[in-house]
Nanobody, 117 residues
Framework: QVQLVESGGGLVQAGGSLRLSCASS????????MGWYRQAPGKQRELVAR???????NYADSVKDRFVISRDNAKNTVYLQMNSLKPEDTAVYYC???????????WGQGTQVTVSS
């Protein structure tokens, strides 16, 4: 059974930084593309960063040049370094393996990021 456990969220002032982690189990992590998603209140969940199993990355325009996704296959973990945070980055952040319908695996509990102005 695949499990995804996100951590590292918190309350930060605008302009600050946070590093999120997502530990996975129950799958061959190194063979999976992985992504970070977020869902703000009243909005749909959106994919903000993606890293292929080979390490190629891409980002939503809203976070490009501020967020960096990385992975450690030895630890079955994907990270999201978030810099220059803005109030509009406030959301619950999730990780998953991106597929056309959303995420390939059951969603974890997510981690709350709140950016104050």
């Amino acid at each position: 059974q695949v499990q995804l456990v996100e951590s590292g969220g918190g309350l930060v002032q605008a302009g600050g930084s946070l590093r999120l982690s997502c530990a996975s189990s129950g799958m061959i992590f190194s063979l999976n593309d992985m992504g970070w998603y977020r869902q703000a209140p009243g909005k749909q969940r959106e994919l903000v960063a993606r890293i292929t199993h080979r390490g190629i990355t891409n980002y939503a325009d809203s976070v490009k040049d501020r967020f960096v996704i990385s992975r450690d296959n030895a630890k079955n973990t994907v990270y999201l370094q978030m810099n220059s945070l803005k109030p509009e980055d406030t959301a619950v952040y999730y990780c998953n393996a991106p597929v056309s319908s959303g995420g390939a695996w059951p969603w974890g509990q997510g981690t709350q990021v709140t950016v104050s102005s």
